[in-house]
């Protein structure tokens, strides 16, 4: 009998995480919905299991150490390894203000869940994820972390410090842990899933969770030719 692939997505109680929960446990894999609230948790991988999915809740809040620790122990239990990481959770607190006014506790906890937390779960994740034969993780950046975009741009893009910078991190460590992981079969790219309708912008995005999901679930599933240490959108390599 053939094994299930498994996935963790983080954050995959609403949004573009659901959606991506949703189109992988489509693809036929096991997948653990991450959330930090047990109710909103629970709900999520209800409703996708009411359309016949493979999905269950995995209590993870990629701010905390114990929580995440726990997580990795739990889907450790359950299989020998951990085919697809996606780190989805991401926040973005007072994003809008201009540089010179933004909160520093603010660009400090946006930091937490959109950089610190991607290491984390990586981190802890990566003994099932070396276990699997071909392991994938994507990291849910943003356009906004694109230094050459900002650059190219220059005064006609949004100029958002703390949350875009947060992502311009999160490229770096994508690349970090695709340069040590590479030679043991392991692909890591960023994916900007472009300005997505969902809670994170008060539904002012033009694009739907569908759309937002295809980039993720593309480089999700990568085959052995796939780019490694990538950072992509819908259209292509993105400038870093
Ligand atoms: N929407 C866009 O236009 C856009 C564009 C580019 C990139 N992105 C990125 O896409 C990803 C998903 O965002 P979204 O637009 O789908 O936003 P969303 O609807 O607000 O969903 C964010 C998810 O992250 C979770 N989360 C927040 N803090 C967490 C923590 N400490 N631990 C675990 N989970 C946590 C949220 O859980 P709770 O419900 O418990 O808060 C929620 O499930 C983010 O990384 C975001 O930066 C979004």
Redesign the pocket.
Known sequence: MTRSKTAVV?????????EIARRLATMGFKVWL????AE?GTVAARELRSEGLDVQWLE?????DESVAAAARIVEAEGPCLDVLVN?????INYELPPSQQHLADVRATY???VF?PIRVTQAFLPLLLAAPAARIVM?????GSIGRALDSGNQSVNLMG?GSS?TALNAITVAFARELAPQGIKINAA??????????GFR?H?T?QQ?AEIVIHLATLDADGPNAGYFNDDGPLPW
């Open positions: 983080t954050g995959a109680n609403k949004g573009i995480g659901r991450g959330a930090r609230n909103r993870l809040d990629v701010t905390q989805n959770a991401g926040i973005a937490d869940v959109n937390g849910v950046s943003s356009s906004t949350y992502k900007a899933p472009g300005y997505t309708a969902t809670d994170l912008n995005g694009r969770v937002a």
